[in-house]
């Protein structure tokens, strides 16, 4: 797991859109990751909540990390579908994805978005569904 904590953190130092918003990868295991991303102002449309495409690439790459790890190497999304829920607001967002289904070249994945207050409350703000191919 250790090998596969490497590499993941590897390829996602290697996103410079990643590296530009901030994001984090917390935690990854043999069919998931969890992206963290603390939020500010920038990031935010014109009501104040976090921008729909903030939340969509949080759950894309969220959802490509799971479906890759679990396909054993680098990943692509060859499709994603979004619903928001609840508007993104507080200090963070966190993306947890899993690959639920999982053959020899593609992977079905979930996502759920969560915005997490001050105190660590979290509310469902999205969540997502995506097929991840292999770039092999």
Not at 70 to 94: D, H
């Amino acid at each position: 797991m250790d090998d596969v904590l490497k590499f993941a953190q590897a390829v996602f130092a290697a996103q410079p859109f990643s590296q530009f918003i901030g994001a984090q990868l917390h935690s990854v295991g043999p069919n998931s990751a969890e992206i963290w991303l603390p939020l500010r102002e920038e990031l935010n449309q014109q009501h104040g909540f976090a921008h729909g495409g903030v939340i969509s690439y949080l759950a894309d790459n969220a959802i490509t990390f799971a479906g890759g790890i679990a396909l054993g190497g680098n990943a692509l999304t060859s499709e994603f579908k979004i619903n928001y829920v609840k508007p993104g607001t507080g200090a963070k967002l966190i993306a947890r994805a899993k690959a639920k289904s999982v053959g020899k070249r593609q992977a079905v994945c979930l996502c759920e978005v969560f915005a997490v207050d001050e105190g660590g409350k979290e509310t469902l703000c999205a969540l997502a569904q995506g097929t991840i191919v292999s770039a092999r």
